[in-house]
């Protein structure tokens, strides 16, 4: 394993200059993260206003830092400094690698993937950070897919250790080694896993979540069942992170999940997952999911 990690290391680009499309929860958690571990970041939107809200969540986070003693001002200012936000595809050719973040939506994605192809050099590395789209799918609108992989962070990013670099069919050993880089630089735990519904941790947590939605049907309260997980050991039960996650989302990527596994993910018929997804109660974004947000 250690020799493949070194043949893995050897074989990554150098990554001076990164970029993300889209400065959403995901975009921007992207960029605070390569800006305050020294990778300079190009964070493309479509609306100026989303730009505006990227940058003002990497400063709060940043000025939690330093309030903590964990940074200076002048590292604060150094990190919000990386972050570059844009409306354009200007400055691409320097870009070694983009991550792409926009909206989960295969046709979006596509037509965003070709564009930054076009903006940015031939070798360099292009990945994208969608939660159930095929990564072959999406490769398929691309002129080099062998320099395409998907690279899925979790939310949030600044807290989340782990990312998946997903495997195409076409992607190469160079952009998997580069992405992996990355990855590291940021401070993440990558694991590189083949490209199919739910990657890895998908395909763990669906089931896991499909378990206690039975235990829901079947009556049990779910703060006895998020209590019972926390004194398991884990940090939060699972209504609570499905809130965390959001309904919708949640919903979203269980259907892709019965389709991509029809065998071991049975469809239920409706859960109690679906009942507040048709309610608009979709977690703690909108202010109640399972448990209420004040
Ligand atoms: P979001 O809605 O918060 O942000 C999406 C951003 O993309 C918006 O700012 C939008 O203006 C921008 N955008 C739309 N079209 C664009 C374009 N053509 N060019 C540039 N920007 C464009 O979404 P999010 O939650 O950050 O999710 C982004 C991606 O990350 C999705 O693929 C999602 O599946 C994935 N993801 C999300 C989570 C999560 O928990 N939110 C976790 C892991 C992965």
């Known amino acids: 394993l250690k020799r493949k990690a070194r043949e893995l290391e050897r074989a990554a680009l150098p990554i001076d200059q990164a970029a993300v499309l889209g400065a959403g929860i995901m975009g921007g958690g992207i960029a605070y993260q390569s800006a305050s571990k020294g990778i300079p970041i190009l964070m493309k939107d479509i609306r100026e206003p989303a730009l505006q809200l990227g940058l003002s969540e990497a400063a709060k986070l940043l000025e939690k830092r330093m309030e903590k003693g964990h940074m200076t001002t002048a590292d604060m200012a150094r990190a919000m400094g990386a972050i570059r936000p844009t409306l354009s595809y200007g400055d691409f050719a320097g870009v070694d690698i983009v991550v ?14 070709a564009e930054v192809e076009r903006a940015v050099r031939a070798d360099a590395i292009i990945a994208s950070n969608t939660s159930t789209i095929s990564i072959n799918q999406l490769a398929a609108a691309l002129q080099h ?8 962070f979790f939310n949030p990013v600044h807290m989340m250790p782990l990312v998946e670099v997903v495997r195409g069919e076409k992607t190469s ?12 630089k940021l401070g993440k735990s990558p694991i590189v896993v083949n490209d199919c519904p739910g990657f890895l941790v998908n395909r763990i947590l669906f089931p896991y979540f499909g378990g206690f939605a039975r235990l829901v049907a079947a009556g049990l309260d779910i703060q006895r069942i998020d209590m019972v997980m926390e004194r398991f050991g884990w940090p939060m ?29 049975r469809d239920e018929g409706p859960t109690a997952i679906d009942a507040l997804y048709q309610a608009q109660r979709l977690g703690q974004k909108s202010g109640a999911g399972f448990y209420r947000y004040e």
């Open 100 to 113: 792409e973040a926009v909206v989960e939506n295969p046709k979006v994605k596509r037509e965003v993937l």
């Open 145 to 152: 897919p062998e320099n395409f992989c998907g690279m899925h």
């Open 173 to 184: 050993e160079t952009a998997i080694a580069t992405t992996v880089a990355y990855a590291r």
């Open 237 to 265: 039960g699972p209504a609570y992170l499905l809130d965390v996650v959001g309904i919708d989302t949640a919903h979203h990527a269980r259907t892709v999940m019965v389709e991509g596994f029809p065998e071991r993910m």
